[in-house]
Every structure is written in C-alpha cells, then in structure tokens.
C-alpha cells in the first residue's frame, strides 16, 4: 500500500515531527491540529511517498534516528532522552505548568510524564504548552 512520510518543519527550519500516513497527509496534519500542542509552530510540511509501508516505516525510523525531530518519541535513542531530562529544571518564579510546558517542548518526553514529573495535571501542561507557543509565535511576529 502507497504511503507517505512527512516532515513538520518550524520558521525557522528546525524539524518538528516526522511520520507516516496512508491517507492523505492533509488528513493527519488534521489530526496534529487536534492532538499535538506544537501544531501551531508548523509552517511547512514536507512530503516522501513509498510504494509500501514497510519501506515507510524503514525511513520514517531511519528519519528519527539521524535528524532528531523536536517531538517525536518514539524511535529516539534513550540516552538523548536522559541527557537533556537532568539539566530541565524549573526556573526562578516559574509556575509548575510553564515549567512542565518547557520541559516537554525540550524533552523527548510525553504530556503525561512531564505532568507525572511536576505534579500536575496533562491538562495543565497542554495550556502552558500553547502559551508558550503563542507567546514564541508573538515574538517571531514583531
């Protein structure tokens, strides 16, 4: 079956998210608008087609590996993951859902394991999340 592998990309080119559809890409770009807090940051959206999704899968893996998207999980090497979680700390006077909100847009980490980490709720850490968005978004603007 056909499938494609598309890469989120930021204004400034860093890579957000790499993945895999077999429907139509603008359907799962859909999908992030929906469920990833970082969807406000895309700004292009780049597109590879693969005759199967096996050879989709070997690429979106290969893809996470060697260029380490800003949000992707799943396929990272784990010892990325504990260097960057030990120097994420809350700064002075920062509210638990601004730090947990930084901590998972550094982080290779879940919503739900950066609210485990700050004790406090994923809802909490989705509404820092877009408030950091919109705050970097406005700074991008001016």
């Known amino acids: 079956m056909k499938t ?7 204004a400034a080119g ?3 998210y790499v993945g895999i559809s ?3 890409a603008y359907r799962r770009l859909m999908e992030h608008k929906n469920l990833s807090a970082w969807y406000f940051l895309i700004t292009t959206v780049k597109i590879e087609h693969f005759d199967t999704r096996k050879e989709a899968e070997a690429a979106e893996l ?3 590996r060697t260029e380490m998207p800003a949000h992707n999980v799943t396929g990272k090497p784990k010892i990325a993951k504990v260097k960057v979680i030990k120097k ?5 006077g920062e509210s638990k859902r601004h730090a947990a ?3 998972y847009l550094s982080c290779y980490c879940t919503q739900a394991e950066a609210a485990k980490k700050f004790g406090i709720s994923q809802a909490a850490v989705s509404k820092g999340i877009a408030i950091l968005n ?9």
């Open 4 to 10: 494609s592998l598309y890469r989120h990309f930021d």
């Open 101 to 103: 909100a930084r901590y």
């Open 134 to 142: 919109a705050r970097k978004l406005q700074g991008a603007a001016k």
């Open 14 to 16: 860093n890579l957000l």
């Open 62 to 64: 290969k893809s996470i």
């Open 22 to 24: 077999s429907s139509a």
């Open 88 to 92: 994420c700390k809350p700064k002075n």
